[in-house]
């Protein structure tokens, strides 16, 4: 069992940045791939981006490429998410994610933490 727990979001101004957080505790983190996913009002969840376990590549979205980094620190449990050049469409509540063999399919991950409110004014 993993236990996820996001933090770091907020409302920010169009092109701001903001770095969010997820906090693992429970089985070994660092064996999971690690997955950022965001859900907008009446849209669906979809991808953000991702971190592999294994080699530590990473996957985005062609939405966010180019402005959102992801990275992971196996000694403190934790992923971020930077998030640069926000622009409204960005809007959405963020949910981090863990799965053994998940990159961008949410159906893949194990784990889901509750998720934190970004919000970004025009």
């Known amino acids: 069992q993993v236990h996820l727990v996001e933090s770091g979001g907020g409302l920010v101004q169009a092109g701001g940045s903001l770095r969010l957080s997820c906090a693992a505790s429970?089985?070994?983190?660092?064996?999971?791939?690690m997955g950022w996913f965001r859900q907008a009002p009446g849209k669906e969840r979809e991808f953000v981006a991702a971190?592999?376990?294994?080699?530590?590549?990473?996957y985005y979205a062609d939405s966010v490429k180019g402005r959102f980094t992801i990275s992971r620190d196996n000694a403190k449990d934790t992923v971020y998410l930077q998030m640069n050049s926000l622009k409204p469409e960005d809007t959405a509540v963020y949910y981090c994610?863990?799965?053994?063999?998940?990159?961008?399919?949410?159906?893949?991950?194990?784990?889901w933490g509750q998720g934190t409110q970004v919000t970004v004014s025009s």
């Open positions: 429970g089985r070994t983190f660092s064996s999971y791939t």
């Open positions: 971190v592999s376990w294994s080699d530590g590549r990473t």
């Open positions: 994610a863990a799965g053994f063999t998940a990159v961008s399919n949410s159906a893949a991950y194990d784990y």
